[in-house]
């Protein structure tokens, strides 16, 4: 938990009156006759009222649908609820309904070419780029899938294709076509499009023959729609016909919208394949318009005239929800590039340039901001930045202070968690919620957030199960290939039949904030105390002389239960007896005498997935004595070489005993 019960940031009150919750909030005490003085208040009614409350945010955002029904919510019972039943709606028609000349996008790539798309144009690029998908007989459920970086043709191909009813489903071209194909080819899809490469890090990838290799590997395949990014030529020869986007898109249209039910499927999103075989996981067109109206305009306030830029690719959900932008009148801010070139300041360089209003980066990325020197306040003008986002670990409270100190006092910066399962969150932060070093503010509005022990009691100030009580719009409405439903059901709902269990360990504070201390199946047991891996590295981490780190707690064959420390070394340092000493006082300190490990080893690089999340499981499982073709697929991995460096260590030997590997010690 933060060190400190005082915020780091509070709402400015004058500024308060001009946000989109307050509108919110008025509106809905004048329809309830109630009076929510504080966010904790409307909070409270949003979750005792969800029916009122997501109707209050389809009247307030003005969603484009149909036939709303008189009991919006009729059984609430987990799985399968269903929201709506019966209304039309269309996802892409609610981001499209903005127009004018205004700039919907604004696309920069690694070699400094900035792109900008209006609102006219974007129709006009997406009605154009459906003309073609119906020429090739695309209509509603049919799948299209794009292979694609963050580009505006990723944009422009997902919104087609929602627009028409289909399905879409994208990732990246950091995958190559057997990690591509366990994923899309999953989805027996009639149309790929796909780019010819990539630009990461100073490099070129060319992906024209694994563009071909996941063609020949689709069935139903009809055509491939060629995006130019990296090459003048085309693709090699393909087994179907290949559409020119250049073409495709020189003629613009008006685009046309299928209302579908609100329930039915608007993309298909990808776990991370880290426990098997990626499951892919369906949203409805729907409740993810409602819940990122909720999301991005009430606790981003995210409107026309702001610029929303998240670092992501089309691999991660942060994607869809940046395009979600666009429903707010706001223009979002793609780049397609590493974050750290050909500088570390290179995300601050974007916010800057294009006047960003809401920033969105990983807890890695203000680490290496900070390891890095880098200063924001003084190296560009970041005057029009209101607010940083956070997301995909826990953000440690040494980060809220570097950002306060070198990014300004007045940024907000609001870590969040949530996840791929619903393509949003479950806590943030709003306009109106003060920020605490290493606590993330708030559950979000409509999310019955809880934490509970193992009793199955509703617990605070004491860790538990992360819980949501009752149904979200953008829960998933099923898993693909999962006709019975019970791999869903296994996923979130077998240790609290009814209810949702999402994998973490939190402690909601007394105050109402909410502390993520890491997955809950990959728990640290001392004595039978639960630890949560987030407060190791919360202490560990700052370190100068750590780049990185990474701690497990594996369970082995006989009996022992061995909890060692991973450490990358930083740069021009070496893993001494001094260094541990000062690591495991500062453990000892800081966090508690049970959260010191075994043992210190330097390794010389953490593996993580592709969305920047460290591989504890897999690595527990590998010391556990797992095959690494086991536990996870190498196109999961960012790092291949680096999961497998950890094969060393398997079956682990006896702390102190039988272990040659440089940088092995044991503590006192």
Known sequence: MSSSPHPIWQPDPDALPATRLHAFTERVETSTGQRFPSYPDLWRWSVDHPKDFWSAVVDHFDILVDGIPADVLPDPVMPGARWFPGARVNYAENMLRHRGEGTAVVAVDEGGTTTAVSWEQLRGMVGAVQRWLREQGVGPG????????????????????????????????????????????????????????????????????????????MPRLRAVLHVPRVHSGGLPDQPVPVGLWDEVISTPAEPVFERVEFNEPLW??????????????????????????????????LGPGDRFFWFTTTNWMMWNLVASGLLTGATVVLYDGAPGHPTPSRLWEIAAEHRVTVLGVSPGYLAASETAGVRPDVDVDLSALRSIGSTGAPLP?????????????????????????????????APTTPVWPGEISAPLLGVDLQAWNRLGENVVDEVGELVIASPMPSMPVAFWNDPDGRRYRNAYFDTYPGVWRHGDWITITGRGSVVVSGRSDATLNRQGVRLGSADIYAVVDPFPEIGESLVIGAELDDGRYWMP??????EGYVLDDALRGRIVEALRTNASP??????????????????????????????????????????TVDDPAALQHFERFAPSPKPGEGCSSPGFATLP
């Open 142 to 217: 049919d799948r299209v899938v794009g292979y694609l970086p963050n580009s505006p043709a990723a944009l422009v191909g997902m919104l087609a294709t929602t627009g028409l009813g289909a399905i879409w489903s994208a990732c990246g071209q950091d995958y190559g076509s057997d990690g591509a194909t366990a994923r899309l080819g999953q989805l027996d899809p009639v149309v790929l499009i796909a780019a010819d490469g990539y630009r990461w890090n100073g490099r070129t990838h060319d992906r024209r023959d694994q563009t071909t290799a996941l063609a020949a590997s």
């Open 268 to 301: 298909v999103l990808f776990s991370s394949g880290t426990t098997g075989v990626p499951k892919g996981i369906m949203h409805s067109h729907g409740g993810v318009t409602l819940d990122h109206a909720r999301l991005l305009g009430l606790h981003n306030d």
């Open 397 to 429: 409270a040494h980060a809220y202070r570097w950002v306060h100190d070198n990014v300004g006092p007045h940024i907000q910066l609001t870590s969040t968690t949530g996840g791929t399962d619903v393509v949003s969150g479950f806590a943030g932060s």
């Open 565 to 570: 420390l991973f450490v990358v070394v930083a």
């Open 594 to 635: 049970r959260h010191v490990p075994d043992a210190i080893i330097a390794v010389p690089a953490i593996p993580h997935t592709r969305t920047g999340k460290k591989l504890e499981i897999p690595v527990k499982r590998i010391i556990q004595g797992a095959a690494m073709s086991e536990v996870v697929g190498a196109d």
